[in-house]
Every structure is written in structure tokens, then in C-alpha cells.
């Protein structure tokens, strides 16, 4: 690396205890390199996870790492980043962490715009407590706690994501090494939070899941690879194309019925206006191709920016400047 | 006729409350119990007595859905583990507030924290102290085998019932996972809402127009008005203590030393103690069944002829604090302990008996 970091600066000694063939050991890859990339010192780093099996993922980063409350970790990250703005805080969490327990302290760091990064390992399911289904879950997924299959709808991340105010959604396949290290860097570049949602393969409760979308064979036809100022053209021989009919967004073969490449939409992922941004974060296969990149990041003032956009507008206006005139501020009297 | 089954701990509750005409069991996966779940899950009673299983979103949602249903007079259950439990003292705190009757389910593991998936007893005070704020109490049973975690599923509802009270098992991982012979008990009806009307007349079941309002709250904004729930409250757990204490003696009878242990570690005490027994030492065993009302009186009836008490608990030292209030200070009062997870062997509890009351006397 030109900045004189690799990634395994920021691997810790620690063994790796995720099962052999899980998709978090490639995540924890691209996350160390993304770091060497980005050529932070380790000591500038913290990672905060929840509970859960991708939150072991701390122990195994040579930075500063806390392991901590079941779905608490939004809270603890944004104690950590208020506290010390100055350190690039990163929240690991998964489907049940986050969107379960913690779908309360998920959606208000978002909406305080607190300059984190969470990365949200989805393999919807819980491993760590062996197989139950998770909020994310396909409804009819079998699990041990839902042997007949799950009556319940699953939480799209996303949607979520950009419902609680979110103004940096990206998604990711934990097998797309080069996806994962380019929203990974988009994320720490965004300043607010930003939330990245990894679409990772639990090798042992829920083997599988993702794979209609995920395997070679099929995946540049059944995902979209969104990039600011290009078109949303994708398949393996690039002939099909997103096209907007009324308000909804629908899938058409380029050179067929008429549909050229000109009718197709070009990404712009700083749209403030969420309406297509939530098309695009909704799409599943198969009706749709399911997004992948940078959907959304949109520059807002974060949480930080506010208070001092606040404190500046408070100092201009008031009449106190000093100590001494805070003092003397209120009901004061002089004692002979 | 007479069922019996081989069975983990977290399976025989999971079946006992389908049998004991349980109408709900709410709750969320955390080790060591998740079983108790999923044997429900598979079992599907929905299909067979109607009894709801739902798999809630945090245990925060698990307490506050048996707040619901225990309000609408139904007999609903959640089970945790002891983090999962910290977060349910709120909810029992209301819940203890505005009486309302329900069974939580504990297989405590080794805290503080995060701490470890391996058993503990370390839960005892939060348990029987009021882990939540006011002053309030929740009846606490200590199963020592599988039998017991069947059998207490049905007597916690009668209690919580009778009492319009909280009820709590109090098991460790060790109960709840090991696998023991089971006599299951029969097929009980779930109470229709006729009958839930007939006999718990504060519970939500619809007001006619000429009924009265049955509000559920924990609210009582004027001091005057709280003072004087909180001695209903006080009332009602002086009953409980008076009526309701639970307790096993074995050996006690010419015992002139006694351990004192609960769940699990009573079982490995019992084996201690027959080697005591052996060696010719005259040593019996006191087991509280329930925790809260704890067996006070029972200690101080056979305190004269005691030289000496070792308290086993798989923690640092909290139901020992009980036992020195009911001793007096009358005897010698020992605690022996594991911490954090580890179980102790009947041999270090041999041994700590030895060490801390024998070798002093001789």
C-alpha cells in the first residue's frame, strides 16, 4: 500500500472462531482492507459490536474494539463517536442484533445522523443461538422456532435504513470481495451514519439463503450494480435495463419492445428525494434484480455539525461572552 | 396412565405447560435455554389446546406481551436466561405493581454481563431482593431435577393465580440441559373466558355497560394512594410468606451439621453429604424449594442442635446473607462457592465443609 499499511495491520493474534466457510471471515477481510486502504492508524479505530456471531468480529481487529450489550450497540457506538469525534467508529451487528432487540436504537442513530458506520451482516437467522428465525427471515423460512415455516413478514433493512431518515444505504454479497471494499470506503468517506447491509451466508443454520442472487452462475442477472451517474443497466450480456413506468420501476430487455439504453435510468445516489432510492433498496428477486452498491448517499449535516451549527447561531445572538457575564447573567445581587 | 419420559430440564417445562392448560409462552432465543422454544414450536399446541407460542422480538417484548395477556386473566409464561432476565425487571416490576399473575422461567448462566453460557446461581438476589424498583416480591421456585422443572410449572401458575402474582422458576443451565426421567403430569383444560370472568373479575375481558371499569395499572400518583397499595402489596406477601414456604430436609433429624444449597448445587451437596455420612460426620441437608418466602423458621428449628452451617451456592456468597438472618448468629455460618460458570464437584464441597467447619472443632 502506498500509505505503507496492509490489511493484516489490523489483524489482531486473536484465532478466528467463526465456523470454517462462513461469510464473516470474508466481510473481516474487506473490512481490514478497507482500513489499510484508507490508512487510519490503528489507535484511531473503534469497532463496536452487539451480541451475536458477527459481533465477535472486534476481537479479531488489531484497533480498539468494544463487545458489548445485545442490540445495544447503536447506542454504545454513538456514546463512543460523541465522545470522541475525532476516532472513526465502526458498529458490527447483525439481522437479529440489529433489527430485533436493537431495531429501537438502530433507527434513532440513524435519524441523529451520528457519524458511524454500521455494517449489517444479514443472514437472516440466528446462529449464534442455533437456528431460529430472525426478523429478516423470508416468511415460510422452517427454523427450529418455526418448524412449519414463519408467519411473520421480515424487516427489509433498507427500508428501514431510509424510513428512520437514512442518508447512506449501501448492500453488499460477503463473496463480492471487491463490492464489499468499495461500499465499505464509500461508507467511511459519508459523513452521518451510514449503514451497509452484507448479505452473508450462515454456512450451518441457514446455508444457502442468499444463493439465488449469490452464485456465479446467476448473479450478474439477478443483481443490479448500481454506480452514481450510470445507467441501471445489468444481466450478463448488459442487455437489461431499470426503466421508471408512472411510479414504479420495471425491469426491460434493451433492443426488445422498443427499449433502448436511452430510456433507461442513470443512478444518482445523492438525490435527496427517497421515493426511487426505496424502489431500489425494495427490488427482490425474482421480479427485480436486487441492488447492490452505493443506493443512497446524500450529505447532510450529521448530529456533530448540528450542535455546532447550534452553538455558533446561540454565541452570535446572545449577550453572554465570558464566564463572568454568565455570572451575572440571572438574578444577582451584591453582598456590602 | 402414567407417562414417563426422558427429557432435557428446558424440554419437561416446555411440555408441562402444554399439559398444565398454559395459554401462552412468549420469549426470545438465548442460551442456555432456547429449547424450551423450540419444543413448543414443535410441538404446535396452537393445533392441539390453542395455547399461543410466539418468538418476540427482544425479551423487553417477551415481559410486556405476558403483561398483556396475565392482564387478560390468561395463563401466560416467558423463559429466559439471566441477561434475557435483566431486561425483564421493568416489565416486573409493573407487573408486581398491578398484580397481575404470570410465570417467568430463569435457567440462570454465569454473568455479570455477557458473562458465560455455563451455569450459575448467581441470580439469587436479584431474584428474591426485587431485581426492579419499589418494593415489591416475586414468589421464586428452586427446581433441583427435571421432575421438579415439569412439576413447578403448574404449581407456579396456581400460586401466581391465587396470589395475583409473579411467579418465577429459578433453574441454571445445568437443570436445564442435563436429561432426567420425567412422570409428566396430565392433560389440564385451558380456563375458557367464562370462567376467567367468574373467578379474576379485575381481569380485561370486555366491560358491559353496567360493569365496572377493570383498569390495570401500576399508577397511583397520590403518595396516601400508593402507601396504601403497597400495603395491600405488604398484606399480600405476608400471606405468601406464611403459607406458601417450601422446603426439603434430608438427614436433619439427629443432623449436628447442616448444608444448606438450593437447585442444582443441592443436588451435588446431597452427594457430599453421603460421604460425610460415611466418614460418620452427622451432617443433613436443607433445601429451600422456594426462595422467596424463604424458609426461615425451618433453619431456626433446627439451629440448637447444629454445630455449624456450610452454605453451596454457585456464587459469590448471596443466599448465605438469608441464612445468617435466620441463624441469628446463633452458629457457625459458612459459604462455600464457584464462580462465574464453574460448578463445584461434591469433592470440593467435601472438602470446604472439612476445611471451614471440621478442622477448627478438632
Not at chain 1, 434484480?289 to 447550534?310: H, K
Request: negative net charge; charged residues 20%; aromatic residues 8%.
Amino acid at each position: 500500500m502506498a500509505n505503507g499499511y496492509n490489511f493484516k495491520d489490523f489483524k489482531s493474534n486473536q484465532n478466528v472462531r467463526w465456523c470454517p466457510g462462513c461469510g464473516d471471515h470474508a466481510i473481516l477481510r474487506m473490512l481490514q482492507s478497507t482500513l489499510a486502504d484508507i490508512g487510519r492508524p490503528q489507535e484511531e479505530v473503534v469497532v463496536v459490536s452487539g451480541i451475536g456471531c458477527s459481533s465477535r468480529l472486534p476481537y479479531y481487529m488489531n484497533t480498539y474494539g468494544f463487545h458489548t450489550i445485545h442490540g445495544r450497540a447503536p447506542a454504545i457506538a454513538s456514546g463512543v463517536k460523541t465522545a470522541r469525534p475525532d476516532l472513526m467508529v465502526w458498529q458490527i451487528s447483525g439481522d437479529g442484533d440489529a433489527l430485533a432487540i436493537g431495531g429501537n436504537h438502530f433507527i434513532h442513530a440513524i435519524r441523529r445522523n451520528i457519524d458511524i458506520n454500521i455494517i449489517l451482516f444479514n443472514n437472516q437467522i440466528y446462529g449464534l443461538t442455533k437456528g431460529q428465525y430472525s426478523p429478516t427471515s423470508r416468511k415460510g423460512t422452517v427454523s427450529k422456532s418455526s418448524p412449519f415455516g414463519t408467519v411473520e413478514v421480515p424487516f427489509r433493512p433498507g427500508e428501514l435504513a431510509l424510513g428512520a431518515r437514512g442518508q447512506f444505504f449501501a448492500r453488499t454479497i460477503d463473496t463480492d470481495l471487491e463490492l464489499s471494499k468499495e461500499v465499505f470506503k464509500a461508507a467511511a468517506d459519508h459523513k452521518g451514519t451510514s449503514v451497509i447491509e452484507v448479505l452473508q451466508n450462515c454456512v450451518i443454520y441457514n446455508d444457502k439463503t442468499h444463493i439465488a442472487i449469490t452464485d456465479k452462475e446467476h448473479k450478474e442477472d439477478r443483481t443490479l450494480h448500481l454506480e452514481h451517474g450510470k445507467k441501471m443497466i445489468f444481466g450478463k450480456n448488459r442487455d437489461k435495463g431499470l426503466i421508471r413506468v408512472g411510479f414504479d420501476v420495471k425491469v426491460v430487455d434493451l433492443g426488445k419492445g422498443g427499449f433502448t439504453e436511452r430510456d433507461v435510468l442513470v443512478h444518482n445516489a445523492h438525490e435527496k428525494d427517497t421515493s426511487l432510492h426505496i424502489d431500489l433498496v425494495n427490488m427482490e428477486y425474482p421480479e427485480f434484480p436486487v441492488a447492490m452498491g452505493v443506493i443512497r448517499s446524500v450529505q447532510e449535516p450529521t448530529y456533530d455539525e448540528n450542535v455546532q451549527l447550534q452553538m455558533d447561531a446561540v454565541h452570535q445572538t446572545t449577550g453572554i461572552k465570558s464566564f463572568d457575564d454568565l455570572v451575572h447573567s440571572g438574578n444577582t445581587w451584591a453582598v456590602d | 396412565m402414567e407417562e414417563v419420559r426422558l427429557m432435557k430440564g428446558n424440554e419437561a417445562i416446555a411440555e408441562a405447560a402444554i399439559r398444565c392448560g398454559c395459554d401462552g409462552y412468549f420469549g426470545y432465543p438465548i442460551t442456555p435455554q432456547s429449547e424450551v422454544m423450540e419444543w413448543l414450536m414443535q410441538e404446535k399446541p396452537w393445533d392441539t389446546t390453542g395455547m399461543v407460542v410466539l418468538q418476540a422480538e427482544s425479551e423487553v417484548a417477551s415481559i410486556n406481551m405476558l403483561y398483556g395477556g396475565g392482564g387478560c386473566g390468561k395463563r401466560v409464561m416467558t423463559s429466559s436466561s439471566s441477561p434475557g432476565i435483566s431486561l425483564m425487571q421493568e416489565g416486573i416490576s409493573y407487573i408486581a405493581g398491578a398484580q397481575i399473575p404470570c410465570l417467568i422461567v430463569n435457567v440462570m448462566r454465569g454473568g455479570p454481563g455477557l458473562g458465560t453460557i455455563q451455569p450459575s446461581q448467581a441470580d439469587y438476589a436479584q431474584t428474591v431482593k426485587g431485581g426492579g424498583h419499589g418494593d415489591y416480591k416475586v414468589i421464586a421456585l428452586a427446581p433441583a431435577s427435571v421432575q421438579e422443572m415439569a412439576d413447578f410449572v403448574d404449581l407456579a401458575f396456581t400460586l401466581a393465580f391465587k396470589y395475583r402474582n409473579p411467579v418465577m422458576i429459578l433453574s441454571d443451565g445445568l437443570i436445564g440441559q442435563m436429561m432426567e426421567k420425567v412422570r409428566l403430569p396430565a392433560y389440564k383444560k385451558r380456563m375458557s373466558n367464562a370462567a376467567i370472568k367468574e373467578n379474576f373479575p379485575w381481569a380485561t375481558l370486555g366491560k358491559k355497560e353496567k360493569e365496572e371499569q377493570a383498569i390495570i395499572t401500576s399508577l397511583h400518583l397520590l403518595a396516601e394512594e400508593q402507601e396504601n397499595h403497597n400495603h395491600v402489596l405488604q398484606r399480600k406477601y405476608r400471606q405468601i410468606e406464611a403459607t406458601e414456604t417450601r422446603c426439603e430436609l434430608l438427614q436433619t433429624h439427629d443432623a449436628e451439621y447442616l448444608l444448606i444449597a438450593f437447585g442444582s448445587a443441592a443436588r451435588i451437596c446431597q452427594n457430599a453429604m453421603h460421604t460425610l455420612r460415611d466418614e460418620g460426620i452427622k451432617v443433613g441437608l436443607l433445601r429451600p424449594i422456594t426462595l422467596y418466602p424463604f424458609p426461615y423458621e425451618e433453619i431456626k428449628k433446627l439451629i440448637p442442635a447444629i454445630k455449624g452451617i456450610l452454605v453451596a451456592e454457585l456464587n459469590a456468597g448471596q443466599m448465605v446473607e438469608d441464612v445468617k438472618l435466620a441463624v441469628e448468629g446463633r452458629t457457625k455460618v459458612e459459604h462455600f462457592g464457584r464462580l462465574g460458570g464453574m460448578v463445584f464437584s461434591p469433592a470440593e464441597v467435601h472438602q470446604a465443609f472439612s476445611t471451614k467447619l471440621l478442622e477448627e472443632h478438632v
